[in-house]
């Protein structure tokens, strides 16, 4: 399997990707092409004791897309950019998968330019996968590319969803909830009430409303859908409460001999704690609807996430996710698509 | 200062809101109007040694709305329910503000019924006052009041959230920012970016866009305006990521003995912790854009958060808010309100 990673656009050094997506490719045999300024990544090969050789290559590009560009504009004027030459590499056979923490709108775009959609998909979704303090993760479609819906692209997404968890996840018959404002039928704002009638005569097992309070500490669900819009903020505002949790610990502890001490001796339990909520662990978010397999991972992404987010990808490959959407939607589609 | 408190339709029982009430009403010297069956707030009272006088006066109900009763209809049909006789209270001067921790939906529609808009105000604003790391509270509005919004419906939680501000939380200049998936200008949905239009040109300090994951650490704003499904999921999600963050602390420091130990001695952190992100500190939820001082507290409300709501209730009477937006908003509004 080819997995062609960039790794010039995100937030940390191009050398801590690349040793991440070194470790990946060797852990599962995989071959690696990592797109980028070709002297910083053979430095960077260098440093983690690699060099290009069958399984490495490099895939050569002279731009950066960086993360305050505008989507739309960066992939259309700069195309030598590591992502766009990354993506070009998929549509053209090349590689499998690829994997980005860049900037995502811009690859979302560049995802829709250069690979296209998947029939019957008119909006791609991206899925997160998340933890939940029982151990078993569960994802939540759509967290940012498609940001203003309808009650059709929720039902896509939950058809995206639920065959990602069943082909990637491995849960047989995943149930499938939609993110609300309360768990009553007929709790949400117009789009989310009107893709409950859709959703409830939609193939697959449909429990109703989640709200965001619960969703880490119950898993009401093993696919949670929303609108790109809420996806986002229910995202980022978990991550909040947690580094807001966090934050405040850390400076009680600083105040304090006896908390300085405690916090010592509690050590296990925070590394459990980071074991358990870290992006690190999760790897990344497939980009499902668009035709290849695409996993966006966090932009802060250190060695060890990239590896997982590799890992994903590799996983997304196995279980022909882009196959079976491509395929399977038609026989799923019910009135409304 | 005349305050009625429902004590009716809670998760808690009516003792322990009565106790919260009777505490505040001492301590700030206000009159209190207890709504609710006579016998079991008789009983309440004494209980915490206190009995109808003077300043505690019992408002008969027999009827509840619970928590999963459909809002409109409830309001509609329950004519005695303590939610609906205690509004009433407010719109036959009978009262000056009134707190509830019950069903959201019922006391949003009960208050548009009994009391009524504001003129120029279209669509009520639930606004929630939320913590900083830094100890600063912030505003954040709407959080399910209105959940399908017009870019015009923003604005109009903005103007209202920054009066709320300036009137109550004592803030001279209030910041105002739109809750966004992106910082960047233009980053939104349809009804976000159309609303950056309008709040650029409103009169107060517009500052952008910001995003959920770092609203409680470095409090980019102190007005967030959002609409009400975005902003319930905001806040539930905050809400989720501290659940479970000290879901998965309890849980690994139950599982080693130096954690056990560890934890007992970091006992002022936790304390300090639980101090700053719970929402009994917190007070209630001020409802903007009806005619009265309405105050939602949490459903979970015990006696410390409804005496908080109370005390919030109290700061908007004495602020004068509904009498500062009832005269400022139209001097405010801009082209497109």
Same mark, same amino acid.
């Given at each position: 399997?080819?997995?062609?990673?960039?790794?010039?656009?995100?937030?940390?050094?191009?050398?801590?990707?690349?040793?991440?997506?070194?470790?990946?490719?060797?852990?599962?045999?995989?071959?690696?092409?990592?797109?980028?300024?070709?002297?910083?990544?053979?430095?960077?090969?260098?440093?983690?004791?690699?060099?290009?050789?069958?399984?490495?290559?490099?895939?050569?590009?002279?731009?950066?897309?960086?993360?305050?560009?505008?989507?739309?504009?960066?992939?259309?004027?700069?195309?030598?950019?590591?992502?766009?030459?990354?993506?070009?590499?998929?549509?053209?056979?090349?590689? =499998?998968? $690829?994997?980005?923490?860049?900037?995502?709108? *811009? +690859?979302?775009? !560049?995802?829709?330019? /250069?690979?296209?959609? #998947?029939?019957?998909?008119?909006?791609?979704?991206?899925?997160?996968?998340?933890?939940?303090?029982?151990?078993?993760?569960?994802?939540?479609?759509?967290?940012?590319?498609?940001?203003?819906?309808?009650?059709?692209?929720?039902?896509?997404?939950?058809?995206?969803?639920?065959?990602?968890?069943?082909?990637?996840?491995?849960?047989?018959?995943?149930?499938?909830?939609?993110?609300?404002?309360?768990?009553?039928?007929?709790?949400?704002?117009?789009?989310?009430?009107?893709?409950?009638?859709?959703?409830?005569?939609?193939?697959?097992?449909?429990?109703?409303?989640?709200?965001?309070?619960?969703?880490?500490?119950?898993?009401?669900?093993?696919?949670?859908?929303? =609108?790109? $819009?809420?996806?986002?903020?229910?995202?980022? *505002? +978990?991550?909040? !409460?947690?580094?807001? /949790?966090?934050?405040? #610990?850390?400076?009680?502890?600083?105040?304090?001999?006896?908390?300085?001490?405690?916090?010592?001796?509690?050590?296990?339990?925070?590394?459990?704690?980071?074991?358990?909520?870290?992006?690190?662990?999760?790897?990344?978010?497939?980009?499902?609807?668009?035709?290849?397999?695409?996993?966006?991972?966090?932009?802060?992404?250190?060695?060890?996430?990239?590896?997982?987010?590799?890992?994903?990808?590799?996983?997304?490959?196995?279980?022909?996710?882009?196959?079976?959407?491509?395929?399977?939607?038609?026989?799923?589609?019910?009135?409304?698509?």
């Amino acid at each position: 399997m080819r997995i062609v990673l960039d790794v010039m656009g995100g937030d940390r050094p191009p050398g801590d990707l690349v040793h991440g997506g070194v470790h990946a490719a060797r852990r599962h045999g995989l071959q690696l092409l990592l797109a980028g300024a070709p002297d910083v990544i053979r430095e960077a090969l260098e440093a983690c004791a690699a060099s290009e050789d069958a399984a490495i290559t490099i895939l050569p590009a002279s731009q950066v897309v960086t993360m305050d560009e505008r989507p739309v504009r960066a992939v259309r004027t700069k195309r030598n950019a590591s992502l766009v030459v990354a993506l070009e590499a998929i549509r053209d056979g090349k590689a =499998d998968a $690829f994997v980005s923490p860049g900037n995502t709108g *811009a +690859i979302v775009a !560049g995802a829709l330019f /250069t690979l296209g959609r #998947l029939p019957s998909i008119p909006r791609p979704g991206l899925a997160a996968i998340l933890p939940s303090t029982g151990g078993r993760e569960f994802t939540v479609i759509d967290v940012g590319a498609t940001v203003d819906c309808t009650p059709e692209h929720l039902l896509h997404f939950a058809l995206m969803g639920a065959t990602h968890a069943q082909a990637v996840l491995g849960i047989d018959d995943p149930s499938v909830a939609l993110l609300s404002n309360g768990t009553e039928r007929g709790k949400g704002n117009r789009t989310v009430t009107r893709a409950t009638d859709l959703l409830e005569r939609a193939p697959f097992r449909f429990v109703g409303n989640v709200e965001a309070h619960h969703l880490l500490t119950d898993r009401p669900a093993d696919v949670v859908v929303s =609108d790109g $819009f809420a996806g986002n903020i229910l995202l980022k *505002a +978990i991550e909040g !409460g947690v580094m807001a /949790t966090t934050t405040l #610990l850390r400076s009680a502890i600083a105040r304090q001999l006896r908390c300085k001490i405690g916090a010592a001796l509690m050590r296990p339990a925070f590394d459990t704690l980071r074991r358990a909520l870290g992006y690190q662990q999760r790897g990344g978010a497939p980009l499902l609807g668009v035709r290849g397999t695409v996993v966006i991972a966090h932009g802060r992404s250190d060695a060890t996430a990239i590896a997982g987010a590799i890992d994903m990808a590799r996983r997304a490959v196995n279980g022909r996710v882009i196959e079976r959407l491509g395929a399977g939607l038609d026989g799923w589609c019910v009135d409304g698509c």
